[in-house]
């Protein structure tokens, strides 16, 4: 049986996730948790004629039935900022949902491999391990950030400025999920070596920005939903994949260094001691991540990118670390 369950299912990206995920035929239930909506959702889903069972469930006293002997738990729950909210209000908001759900995760599906969409993903990772720990299930393996859509984004930018099909170019991004602290490595991709320095920058920011894009044309009404569940989906059934036992499955995602101890400290030669999550390529096995990979070499502008993310990666994790260990 292999049960993936949605939090927040009935939102922007939970929605297109679920309808993405009721396609493969290696997931067997699909669950749909939600503080509202999930039951409709569950049942339009439900008539499409794939394998996977669908149920809803919706609110706290659904919580267990709907997370119960999940294999894997992906979460794209949150709130949008809304107007007079400063981001600091929506950290507090979007923590608080993000902690309430790890603790029903802790209790009922302890052995899931949790997959965290909501945003800040630098902070919100920290998150979901703090209160793990606290609850003493805490497996760094099998707890990611889904950093996917900057892989997705990356290779359709850079495809654009190549000519290359974007769905066969892969283009390592590591780091973190915001801003400054995405960090494309772009000389590593063959084919970058005819762009200009200026070609690169250009392509760079606008993969660390991509997500202002979506807001800007958007006009005020929300974020990426379809494209990123899309990338959720696609690091879903990679993450299921590798625990069914399929070999050499490399996905960039966001990880505490401690889940492969050796890899990690390759990562903290170059970042520092004090950063302790990193998106990275990761080699995934069946119990999740098996080895992270070194970031390679290096060009000197993507030092200097470097330098720049290190200071505000550090802040986030620590931001998301201590709403839980602060916490009376
Ligand atoms: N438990 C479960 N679901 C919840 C909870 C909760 N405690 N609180 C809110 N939700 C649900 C909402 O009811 C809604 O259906 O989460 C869903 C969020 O959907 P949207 O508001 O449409 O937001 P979306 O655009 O999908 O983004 C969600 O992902 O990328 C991030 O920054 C984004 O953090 C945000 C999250």
Not at 9 to 26: F, V, Y
Not at 161 to 175: N, S, Y
């Amino acid at each position: 049986m292999v049960k993936v369950t949605v939090c927040g299912a009935a939102g922007g990206i939970g929605q297109p996730l679920s309808l993405l995920l009721k396609q493969s035929a290696n997931i067997t239930h699909l669950s749909l948790f939600d503080i509202v909506n999930t039951p409709g959702v569950a049942v339009d889903l439900s008539h499409i004629n794939t394998v996977s069972k669908v149920t809803g469930h919706v609110g706290n006293e659904q919580m267990e039935e709907a997370l119960k002997d999940s294999t894997i738990v992906v979460i794209p729950a949150g709130v949008p900022r809304k107007p007079g909210m400063t981001r600091d209000d929506l950290f507090k908001i979007n923590a608080g949902i993000i902690r309430d759900l790890a603790v029903g995760v802790a209790k009922h599906a302890p052995k899931a491999f949790v997959l965290v969409i909501s945003n800040p993903v630098n902070s919100t990772v920290p998150i979901v391990t703090e209160v793990f720990k606290k609850h003493g299930v805490y497996d760094p393996k099998r707890i990611f950030g889904v950093t996917t859509l900057d892989i997705v984004r990356a290779s359709t930018f850079v495809s654009e400025l190549i000519g290359t099909d974007p769905a066969q170019l892969k283009v390592p991004v590591v780091g973190g999920h915001s801003g400054v602290t995405i960090l494309p490595l772009l000389s590593q991709v063959s084919g970058t070596e005819k762009l200009s320095q200026e070609q690169v920058e250009q392509v760079t920011n606008r993969i660390q920005f991509g997500g202002d894009e979506v807001v800007k044309a958007k006009a005020g009404t929300g974020s990426a939903t379809l494209s990123m569940a899309f990338a959720g989906a696609r690091f879903t059934l990679a993450v299921l994949d590798a625990i069914q036992g399929k070999t050499g499955v490399v996905e960039c995602t966001y990880v505490n260094l401690e889940s492969d101890p050796e890899g990690g400290k390759a990562i903290k030669q170059v970042v520092g001691d004090d950063v302790t999550y990193f998106s990275a390529q990761v080699e995934l096995g069946k119990d999740g991540v098996s080895k992270i990979l070194s970031v390679g070499k290096l060009s000197d502008y993507e030092k200097k990118l470097f330098e720049a993310a290190v200071p505000e990666l550090k802040g986030n994790i620590v931001k998301g670390a201590s709403f839980i260990t602060d916490a009376k």
